[in-house]
């Protein structure tokens, strides 16, 4: 690939130049602070993801996932936590605001094309009482990532749109890429037969989702 063929953007005049300036009411949408609206949407949300950077800027991105209700906790209008379940440990996300606290959340709600964005500034509890308002099958969170809000707005459903996200007439989740095992097999566990791992990402994964391994 020849990058030098390519017409790259360096800086913000020339950004702007391209893409033009924002609109006024996409400047104006921000908020400081959650709404009635945006607690509803959080409430129904199950499922973000969480963009964080550590101190160098090297970016991960993690989704988290849980019955609508059981996700995320609004402890107040500047204050959100969300739950964390139990995993493989890598804990990618949560050794990067351990050295920079800022992260990026986004909220979908299943045949929505908008979506909430909040951004703010976290850290990390490993109890307290409002634990028991995230307990999902009898099992609380194993930590929560506390985040006070900096900036909370709408985002609307054009990516949704083009991507047909939630049309079903569009997914074909083999059709392309194999099934889970497999990948597992050919990009991380070459050594385990392919019975194993069928089984291993059979029913009882589901079944112990809330278990830690």
Request: charged share 25%.
């Amino acid at each position: 690939m020849r990058s030098q063929d390519w017409s790259e953007i360096t800086d913000e005049a020339a950004l702007t130049a391209l893409l033009g300036e924002p609109t006024p009411a996409a400047l104006a949408k921000e908020r400081s602070a959650l709404t009635a609206i945006d607690r509803d949407w959080l409430a129904a949300s199950p499922f973000c993801v969480i963009g964080t950077a550590d101190a160098e800027g090297r970016c991960d991105v993690s989704p988290k996932g849980d019955p609508a209700g059981s996700l995320v906790h609004v402890l107040d209008e500047h204050t959100i936590a969300i739950a964390e379940r139990p995993g493989n440990r890598r804990a990618d996300s949560y050794r990067n605001v351990l050295a920079n606290p800022h992260v990026g959340l986004e909220f979908l709600i299943p045949g929505r094309g908008d979506t909430l964005r909040v951004n703010g500034r976290a850290r990390l509890v490993s109890d307290a009482p409002f634990f028991d308002d995230l307990e999902v099958k009898g099992h609380r969170p194993v930590l929560a990532l506390v985040v006070d809000v900096e900036t909370v707005f709408f985002h609307c459903a054009k990516a949704f749109l083009r991507a047909g996200l939630w049309k079903p007439e569009t997914w074909a989740p083999e059709a392309v890429v194999p099934r889970r095992a497999v990948v597992a097999q050919r990009m991380e566990r070459a050594d385990t037969p392919l019975d194993q791992l069928d089984e291993y990402y059979g029913p009882r994964y589901e079944e112990n989702l809330y278990v830690q391994p």
